[in-house]
């Protein structure tokens, strides 16, 4: 026969993952939970930039090891608890991406492949530190704003890309002869031009022009007056603006979690109400147990026969 399965299975698994959810819940929204575990990653931190030293890795190298070995255990838990944390609401943990990030962090550090090559173990534990972002809302929130604003930069180098090109083509066929360390090809051309466009060395450049023609002056000073201040001030309005997307996006993310929050409650209240019928129906069977002849009084319940009984 084939096998048929309980559906009732499902219903009693429900209330432990929400009991097992609850409890992490309640730890890892702890403050002490977040102090400890932004602690570790600062001396995560530290221990990554101790061990530039060699001669304190020589005298220190079995305890910093252990230090290392503490920190990934640290790590190992928190990221247990987060997933413990969603056990009732698994695609929560998955949608969230710091929580992916965190999970691939820990995760690649056991990886035999990783754990051999130092130089890819000591990248790993440097992305360690933006875990940071976490617990820092501000820094998670420019974070957030530096991703948003990406098409936007690439936009900006695509038009910062064309004008230096043209000024480069333009600087090689005025300057290219008379000099040629700075223009003598396109690649010199659009590397002075870029070291140009952080206004140093302005003033040299714009003397050595003067003395080929007068009509560099208006070279230089159309081309400052496009890449130092128009270009700068178009990628800082698309950053600030992105920065304000990302500031709405963490405010309703916030709310979300806030109705969320509540929306649990429904579901304690029913599995509280649940057990009280239970032990009232364990009761009442208890009595009819108890007095066999109260159903017969044509009560409902039988308990209006154990009233008369004592009166």
Same mark, same amino acid.
């Given at each position: 026969?084939?096998?048929?399965?309980?559906?009732?299975?499902?219903?009693?698994?429900?209330?432990?993952?929400?009991?097992?959810?609850?409890?992490?819940?309640?730890?890892?929204?702890?403050?002490?939970?977040?102090?400890?575990?932004?602690?570790?990653?600062?001396?995560?931190?530290?221990?990554?930039?101790?061990?530039?030293?060699?001669?304190?890795?020589?005298?220190?190298?079995?305890?910093?090891?252990?230090?290392?070995?503490?920190?990934?255990?640290?790590?190992?838990?928190?990221?247990?608890?987060?997933?413990?944390?969603?056990?009732?609401?698994?695609?929560?943990?998955?949608?969230?991406?710091?929580?992916?990030?965190?999970?691939?962090?820990?995760?690649?550090?056991?990886?035999?492949?990783?754990?051999?090559?130092?130089?890819?173990?000591?990248?790993?534990?440097?992305?360690?530190?933006?875990?940071?972002?976490?617990?820092?809302?501000?820094?998670?929130?420019?974070?957030?704003?530096?991703?948003?604003?990406?098409?936007?930069?690439?936009?900006?180098?695509?038009?910062?890309?064309?004008?230096?090109?043209?000024?480069?083509?333009?600087?090689?066929?005025?300057?290219?002869?008379?000099?040629?360390?700075?223009?003598?090809?396109?690649?010199?051309?659009?590397?002075?031009?870029?070291?140009?466009?952080? %206004?140093?060395? *302005? #003033?040299? @450049?714009?003397? &050595?022009?003067?003395?080929?023609? =007068?009509?560099? $002056?208006?070279?230089? /000073?159309?081309?400052?007056?496009?890449?130092?201040?128009?270009?700068?001030?178009?990628?800082?309005?698309?950053?600030?603006?992105?920065?304000?997307?990302?500031?709405?996006?963490?405010?309703?993310?916030?709310?979300?979690?806030?109705?969320?929050?509540?929306?649990?409650?429904?579901?304690?209240?029913?599995?509280? %109400?649940?057990? *009280? #019928?239970? @032990?009232?129906? &364990?009761?009442?069977?208890?009595? =009819?147990?108890? $007095?066999?002849?109260? /159903?017969?009084?044509?009560?409902?319940?039988?308990?209006?026969?154990?009233?008369?009984?004592?009166?």
């Amino acid at each position: 026969m084939p096998e048929q399965h309980d559906p009732t299975t499902g219903d009693r698994s429900r209330p432990a993952r929400q009991r097992l959810a609850r409890r992490c819940r309640d730890t890892t929204e702890a403050r002490w939970f977040a102090l400890t575990v932004f602690a570790v990653i600062l001396l995560n931190a530290a221990l990554l930039g101790l061990e530039t030293y060699p001669g304190l890795v020589e005298d220190w190298h079995r305890w910093l090891r252990t230090a290392e070995h503490g920190c990934l255990a640290v790590f190992t838990v928190e990221i247990l608890l987060r997933v413990g944390a969603h056990a009732d609401r698994p695609r929560d943990f998955v949608r969230d991406p710091w929580n992916l990030f965190d999970l691939a962090v820990v995760l690649c550090a056991f990886l035999p492949v990783v754990r051999e090559n130092t130089t890819v173990l000591r990248l790993l534990r440097l992305a360690r530190v933006l875990r940071t972002a976490r617990f820092l809302p501000q820094l998670r929130i420019v974070l957030t704003a530096v991703a948003r604003s990406l098409p936007g930069t690439l936009s900006f180098l695509l038009v910062g890309a064309l004008l230096l090109y043209v000024y480069a083509m333009v600087g090689w066929v005025f300057f290219g002869r008379h000099d040629p360390e700075h223009y003598g090809s396109i690649g010199r051309a659009v590397l002075t031009l870029f070291l140009l466009m952080t %206004l140093d060395g *302005i #003033g040299d @450049a714009v003397h &050595a022009g003067l003395e080929v023609s =007068r009509w560099s $002056l208006a070279y230089y /000073a159309s081309y400052v007056l496009i890449a130092s201040f128009v270009l700068v001030n178009v990628l800082i309005g698309v950053v600030i603006t992105s920065l304000d997307e990302a500031r709405q996006m963490e405010r309703q993310e916030q709310e979300q979690e806030a109705v969320r929050e509540p929306s649990r409650e429904p579901d304690d209240r029913r599995l509280l %109400l649940t057990r *009280i #019928g239970a @032990a009232r129906q &364990a009761l009442d069977d208890l009595e =009819r147990g108890l $007095l066999p002849g109260a /159903a017969a009084d044509g009560s409902p319940d039988g308990t209006a026969a154990p009233v008369r009984s004592r009166t």
